[in-house]
């Protein structure tokens, strides 16, 4: 292995703190090692050298995680896999593609341009597709095509010890399968805790026949996630639904040159013939102004919708433009869509009492919602208020049936809370699946698991 950077000179300094961190408030902890693998068999290589030195191992994509996930808590080797960035296998009839891991959303869809397929799940950040596997990422689409978790068929990991296995199968990839316990979803989401994914293989979509999106503004929170529920209850096949408090839509004018009124927001998206989605739009502004909805503003051409979608993408960018110089932390609940409208409301409540700023944004189709709170990582008083808001919002989520984390993952902030989530008998069989996958702990210690 020709490609790897360890301590000495300023420059390798540099780049060991570059894979030290991610977008989090987590302090950057470097490994000792960084290490280019160009290939599988490299990867491969690799691990066994570690395992035979009982070498900690942290994979690492784009580095645009929210929860320190690639922080090398206990030093070790940092895997950095940009350079295995190829397109390998597509199958544009049976609708299926499989990448490397330093392929990202955004190369992967402008690969597909051409074939009448686009790949939906759509975090806010490009991310590398491996690590959104790896982190069971999704994004504004979810709540028409799914998240990772329904969207990966297959997974090529390596092993801490540098074995090689494909979670369904060498080459496998049907639509479903019965055959055994399902490995490949018990490594999406497993956060580089159980192997390094060095390919996965994706179901693709066709490209909608019609797509037009919709900016709608409300007098309340209440009223705007009441409509989302609402929708929903009806059955319209709706392709994105967004939530924007009135601070968070401010930040959106202000950073992405937008004028939509200072309110609360929904940002809409329809996919379907042209005749679907005049049912899909009537039935929905129906819905939305007997909840005392805006008439909508329409994007209908691609230029426009791109823009508002970009708009809503950088909305962790455009929170940390209101405060330059300020770090930024992402709430991540998800509750059951009955308990949405009244989750909301008592955050904004306790957004109040508790004298913080917090700009909320969320996939609210999906019952999951984000509390971006922009402080200064020098005031310790505001440090320990986000604190002690995030774990109450966490908990609040939890008493309504849902989840700490909906889409970001564990990595360091939430392993407490996945005690209190699952319970401690569902927590001693993840630590006997660590155990048996990774009996020395070397990969990713310290994430997931206390």
Not at 166 to 183: D, E, F, I, M, Q
Not at 315 to 325: E, K, T
Not at 414 to 424: A, I, N, T, W, Y
């Amino acid at each position: 292995i020709t490609d790897f950077c360890a301590g000495g000179c300023c420059g390798r300094q540099t780049v060991r703190e570059q894979h030290g961190k991610d977008e989090s408030v987590h302090r950057c902890r470097p490994p000792d090692v960084v290490v280019f693998p160009r290939c599988v068999e490299e990867v491969s290589a690799l691990a066994k050298l570690c395992h035979r030195h009982q070498l900690p191992i942290i994979p690492f994509g784009t580095g645009t995680g929210l929860e320190g996930g690639v922080g090398a808590v206990k030093g070790g080797v940092c895997f950095s896999l940009r350079n295995m960035d190829q397109i390998l296998d597509l199958h544009p009839e049976d609708f299926d593609v499989t990448v490397e891991p330093g392929v990202t959303r955004k190369a992967l869809n402008s690969y597909l341009r051409e074939t009448g397929l686009w790949f939906p799940v759509d975090p806010g950040a490009d991310a590398s597709l491996c690590g959104m596997a790896a982190t069971s990422a999704s994004g504004t689409n979810a709540v028409r095509y799914g998240t990772m978790r329904e969207n990966v068929m297959n997974l090529e990991v390596v092993l801490a010890d540098g074995s090689v296995i494909h979670t369904a199968g060498r080459n496998r990839r049907p639509r479903k399968t019965a055959a055994g316990y399902n490995l490949t979803n018990l490594f999406v989401g497993s956060e580089g805790t159980l192997g390094i994914i060095t390919k996965t293989t994706l179901r693709l979509y066709g490209v909608p026949e019609e797509m037009v999106s919709a900016v709608c503004s409300f007098s309340s929170v209440q009223a705007a996630v009441d409509s989302t529920v609402q929708i929903l209850q009806a059955g319209v096949p709706i392709a994105r639904i967004e939530f924007l408090d009135e601070v968070m839509i401010d930040a959106c004018n202000k950073f992405s040159s937008l004028s939509y009124p200072v309110s609360p927001t929904l940002f809409l998206e329809f996919h379907g013939s042209e005749r679907s989605l005049e049912e899909q739009v009537n039935t929905t502004e129906d819905i939305t102004q007997s909840n005392g909805g805006s008439d909508f503003q329409w994007a209908r051409d691609a230029e426009t919708r791109n823009r508002l979608w970009k708009a809503r993408h950088d909305a962790w960018y455009a929170a940390l433009a209101m405060r330059p110089g300020c770090k930024a932390y992402a709430t991540d609940v998800c509750v059951p869509l009955s308990r949405l409208p009244h989750i909301i409301v008592e955050t904004k409540e306790d957004l109040i009492e508790s004298r913080l700023t917090g700009h909320i944004v969320g996939h609210v189709g999906d019952g999951n919602f984000h509390c971006l709170m922009v402080m200064d990582p020098s005031d310790q008083d505001e440090l320990h208020r986000v604190h002690l808001f995030s774990q109450r919002l966490a908990r609040r989520a939890l008493a309504m049936d849902g989840t700490c984390t909906g889409e970001h993952g564990v990595g360091l902030g939430k392993r407490s809370l996945l005690c209190e989530e699952v319970g401690p008998s569902v927590i001693r069989v993840m630590q006997s699946l660590k155990d048996a996958i990774d009996p020395n702990n070397l990969m990713n210690p310290g994430k997931i698991l206390l």
